[in-house]
């Protein structure tokens, strides 16, 4: 069976940028929602962002939105997270995942990369 695979996570300054990367390795990316989860300590796993491969359409987490960019290339079957003006509140593990449909709730989801650490500190 095949997975997701995440890299790109980092430690950055306030006002700093990443790019996260999840590479399906052996799974087809293709005719699926792709989404973007974190988790920081003590909280529960939320959805930051999503886009649905069929149509296009991307919706993301209100404190996310304007700073965040999702993205997908069929061609390297991957998808991205381009996350700009980071702050501390950003700090958290980053989780890519993939299904059928775009479920609000995490637990729906029923592939998922590895995790990549976001540090967000002076």
């Known amino acids: 069976q095949g997975q997701l695979v995440e890299s790109g996570g980092d430690s950055v300054q306030p006002g700093g940028s990443l790019t996260l990367s999840c590479a399906g390795a052996?799974?087809?990316?293709?005719?699926?929602?792709l989404g973007w989860f974190r988790q920081a300590p003590g909280k529960d796993r939320e959805k930051i962002a999503s886009?649905?491969?069929?149509?296009?359409?991307?919706v993301y987490t209100a404190s996310v939105e304007g700073r965040f960019t999702i993205s997908y290339d069929m061609a390297k079957n991957s998808m991205y997270l381009q996350m700009n003006r980071l702050t501390p509140d950003d700090t958290a593990m980053y989780y890519c995942?993939?299904?059928?449909?775009?479920?609000?709730?995490?637990?729906?989801?029923?592939?998922w990369g590895q995790g990549t650490q976001v540090t967000v500190s002076t």
């Open positions: 995942a993939v299904d059928r449909a775009c479920h609000a709730d995490y637990r729906n989801w029923n592939v």
């Open positions: 886009l649905y491969t069929v149509t296009g359409a991307i």
């Open positions: 052996g799974y087809d990316l293709k005719f699926n929602c």
